[in-house]
């Protein structure tokens, strides 16, 4: 071990800023057209339902639930440029295929499942990138450094809708290039965005990013990733076994956490939709912007939640947020007796599809009564009546619907960071590829079974019994939290190496 030099640090910086960056760059891959793929879907295959959307959504999940322990085990013993530009190499092509899924005659949700399955496969370097800002900072700089990992993660999450919002200007119909087949419009336009910034990406890695290590106490060491190295044998600092009880813990809830924002990201097309009559194209508008306010909300949210754990640690702060994200979900319990407007269509002439209202417009103030200027009665609006519960279910009202956002914007956020924070510091100095995979993989099986939960609850029973259950599961998290609470310690401070 040796004193850091001041251009090892400075190196060492860079390439976390990297990481960052190619953090965001996934996160961005998932949510960027995550508004848009329930229309996207029914324009180029009409045979897909409410419930293959949640598959199609899942998918990403599933790739990168398989990939995450590979590239983490990748990453202990390789450099780690290896599997951070391969991955991202998958994401690139895999976007590009997304962009062209319209053109096979048949078949073409499975192309766009396919799409989003290897998008979510180039997904798990996120586990190579947090074993590495592990392995590269000490004990006082790694909650920092885990803090905006998992700012930037959750950062891209929530805006990549914006960019989404921003694309909806090009329109449906858009532009078509003939020579290459390729349509740009408001749906493939954000993939092929994702795509340009995959390939700076992988300019950045190769031009920026080293392979450093120190030590708890930011002593430079030579790192097991290097090449031409020997895998050397970890400082005494490492000695001692890691509480499992504890990493599982976190894994379970990390896993709840996840789950709670694949949901709330998958139901808020479909349920917007229905309740408020909104078009295909509405819906993504509109919850576009919102999800860019909530974008706004979160980054002030990281801010203060770094400066607020110093003061009160961050098991406090975890607790604090699973609570936030329980009344947000709370809030959108349907309540009274307005039922959403009913969509059907007649079969005599096959003529034009209209929405049946059960009352009166909504008040002045909500966006249903907004006169947009476009033909949109040519698309059937409203709730179909193939989903039973339409006729007796009150409307999740605008205003419920628009505070929920506000407090799951503001609990999501704040539980990713700390979750990830805790995880890391209880792991301490050994490598982590591994662990992070699994913890990565945990997150992912969230996003799988999330979506699939939502579109089949939603689909059948309606959202009384989606968000009753939700806060179900948030409640049994808030009690594994008081369980395992005084075990969510860092390794050196449980060795007594150093004080909490």
């Known amino acids: 071990d040796v004193v850091e030099t001041q251009e090892h640090y400075k190196s060492r910086w860079r390439s976390i800023w990297i990481m960052y960056l190619t953090m965001f760059l996934s996160s961005v891959g998932f949510s960027i057209v995550i508004m848009s793929v329930w229309p996207y879907l029914q324009k180029i295959d009409p045979t897909a339902d409410a419930s293959f959307l949640g598959w199609i959504i899942a998918s990403y999940s599933i790739g990168q639930m398989v990939a995450s322990p590979l590239f983490g085990l990748w990453s202990n013993y390789r450099p780690r440029r290896e599997p951070l530009v391969i991955s991202t190499a998958v994401s690139v092509a895999a976007n590009c295929l997304y962009a062209y899924v319209h053109v096979p005659h048949s078949h073409n949700k499975y192309y766009m499942l396919t ?43 929530i805006l990549g809708p914006v960019f989404q919002t921003c694309f909806t200007l090009i329109g449906e119909e858009g532009v078509t290039w003939e020579l290459i087949r390729l349509q740009l419009n408001m749906y493939t336009a954000p993939v092929l965005f994702g795509a340009l910034l995959g390939v700076i990406n992988i300019i950045l890695i190769f031009a920026i990013f080293r392979e450093h290590r120190v030590d708890d106490m930011g002593r430079q060491c030579n790192s097991i990733n290097s090449e031409g190295e020997e895998n050397d044998a970890l400082d005494q600092d490492t000695e001692g076994n890691v509480d499992h009880i504890a990493v599982v813990a976190l894994n379970v809830l990390f896993f709840v956490i996840l789950f709670v924002f694949a949901v709330f990201e998958t139901i808020a097309t479909p349920l917007t939709m229905d309740m408020y009559s909104w078009t295909r194209k509405e819906a993504v508008f509109y919850n576009g912007i919102i999800l860019s306010v909530i974008g706004i909300e979160s980054v002030i949210v990281f801010m203060v939640v770094k400066t607020l754990s110093k003061r009160t640690g961050e098991r406090a702060i975890l607790h604090g947020g699973l609570l936030i994200v329980l009344v947000g979900f709370f809030i959108l319990l349907p309540w009274g007796k307005k039922l959403p407007n009913i969509q059907w269509q ?15 417009l909504m008040p002045f103030w909500s966006l249903q009564g907004v006169q947009l200027p476009s033909n949109h009665t040519a698309e059937p609006v409203g709730c179909p009546l193939a989903q039973s519960w339409c006729l007796n279910t009150p409307t999740v009202h605008l205003a419920q619907y628009l505070s929920s956002d506000v407090l799951i914007g503001l609990g999501y956020p704040v539980c990713n960071v700390m979750s990830y924070t805790l995880y890391s510091k209880i792991l301490g100095p050994k490598p982590q590829g591994v662990y992070m995979g699994w913890l990565t993989a945990s997150g992912s099986g969230a996003r799988i079974l999330g979506p699939v939960f939502v579109s089949q609850i939603y689909t059948h029973l309606g959202p009384r019994w989606a968000f009753s259950l ?31």
């Open 115 to 157: 799409a989003r399955a290897l998008v979510g496969f180039g997904a798990g370097n996120v586990a190579v990138v947090r074993s590495y800002i592990a392995g590269a900072t000490s004990l006082t700089e790694r909650t920092s450094a885990m803090a905006n990992t998992s700012a930037c993660q959750a950062v891209g999450f």
């Open 346 to 360: 007649e079969i005599k002439n096959n003529s034009v599809p209209r929405t049946v209202p059960t009352e009166m």
């Open 470 to 500: 939700i806060c179900g599961v948030v409640v049994v998290s808030l009690l594994l939290l008081e369980i395992v609470y005084k075990r969510l310690i860092a390794f050196s401070v449980r060795y007594g190496r150093m004080q909490e």
